[in-house]
């Protein structure tokens, strides 16, 4: 497709479980983000990919959280271990370069995450 | 402590009147402002951005002034049209830094 693709776009998971969260950015962006917006906040960063280089793990809130990105291209976010705080919508984004360079980037429609 | 602040949840205008919405951030590094919009259910989409060397973009209805020395940014949008009634965000991008920093957003109803 021509957007950042993202699935599920609902997930509904029991606390304490664990869930994968999945994006597909544009083809040929080298960059790939990780932000949630929990109700009523703005988006908060979780992690970034640029090309082959180490991620910037910086946002991540807890080692419950990690991604992954496999061949340059479709990332997964692993949430271990689920608690009803993780309830959150989960976006997903790409740009064609990395920071620094004043790329725009693009956004999925996200997942909204519920941990009951 | 938020960098990026936008102090108005909600703003609502008349069709055909200006729209502002306005934005305050505190980093003096940033040196990158976006604004995104974006409708529910969908993801945020770019709208416009201003590099911290200007202090104005304009681009068709929308124009964003930046004033760095109060640190402070605002949407312009005239005139509004109902289709502008979203949730607007501010971001800003600090130097190499790749994320962006949102704000809260502000939720604008253009009224028929």
């Known amino acids: 497709g021509a957007g950042v693709s993202q699935s599920p776009s609902n997930k509904v998971t029991e606390k304490g479980k664990d869930v994968e969260l999945r994006c597909d950015p544009i083809s040929g962006h080298t960059a790939l983000y990780w932000y949630r917006q929990s109700l009523g906040q703005g988006l908060e960063f979780l992690i970034y990919f640029q090309g082959n280089s180490a991620p910037d793990k910086s946002g991540l809130p807890s080692d419950r959280f990690s991604a992954e990105r496999t061949g340059g291209s479709v990332s997964t976010l692993t949430i271990q271990r689920t608690q009803q705080e993780d309830s959150a919508v989960y976006l997903c984004?790409?740009?064609?370069?990395?920071?620094?360079?004043?790329?725009?980037?693009?956004f999925g429609a996200g997942t909204r995450l519920s941990v009951l | 402590d938020q960098q990026v602040k936008q102090n108005s949840p909600s703003l609502s205008v008349q069709e055909g009147r200006i729209s502002i919405l306005n934005c305050d951030y505190t980093?003096?590094?940033?040196?990158?402002f976006l604004w995104y919009k974006k409708y529910p259910a969908e993801g945020p989409t770019f709208l416009i951005s201003i590099s911290s060397i200007k202090d104005k973009n304009e681009d068709g209805r929308f124009t964003v002034f930046l004033n760095k020395s109060a640190k402070h940014l605002s949407l312009h949008i005239v005139p509004s049209q109902p289709g502008d009634s979203a949730v607007y965000f501010c971001a800003a991008e600090q130097g190499s830094q790749g994320n962006l920093i949102f704000g809260k957003g502000t939720k604008l109803s253009v009224k028929p």
């Open positions: 980093n003096s590094m940033f040196d990158y």
């Open positions: 984004a790409s740009s064609l370069t990395g920071g620094g360079t004043k790329n725009i980037q693009y």
